[in-house]
């Protein structure tokens, strides 16, 4: 079955970083895009990095030029590179095999001095 394990999550100061992890299996990766959503408290989950199949890559605005994706096919294997961390980043992140409709647990980042 689709498993999606996120890890990497943690505590840090603003302008600071975090590299985050997400193991998957349970279908075939190579040909998913995958995503890195994150959802703070009372917000809805929100899209934050896409990666395709070709390695083309989209942000949203409020990450652009901090935030990296990146992928790994032969690992199975996607990454969120997270740089000069602001406390607005904030949240739980997951990420997500492109239309299959399951979730992991999460990590839980937190920014804040």
């Known amino acids: 079955q689709v498993q999606l394990v996120e890890s990497g999550g943690g505590l840090v100061q603003p302008g600071g970083s975090l590299r985050l992890s997400c193991a998957a299996s349970?279908?075939?990766?190579?040909?998913?895009?995958m995503n890195w959503y994150r959802q703070a408290p009372g917000t809805e989950r929100e899209l934050v990095a896409r990666?395709?199949?070709?390695?083309?890559?989209n942000y949203a605005d409020s990450v652009k030029g901090r935030f990296t994706i990146s992928r790994d096919n032969a690992r199975n294997r996607v990454y969120l590179q997270m740089n000069s961390l602001r406390p607005e980043d904030t949240a739980v992140y997951y990420c997500?095999?492109?239309?299959?409709?399951?979730w992991g647990q999460g990590t839980q980042v937190t920014v804040s001095s």
């Open positions: 990666i395709t199949t070709s390695g083309i890559t």
């Open positions: 349970g279908f075939i990766f190579s040909i998913n895009a």
């Open positions: 997500k095999a492109g239309a299959i409709n399951y």
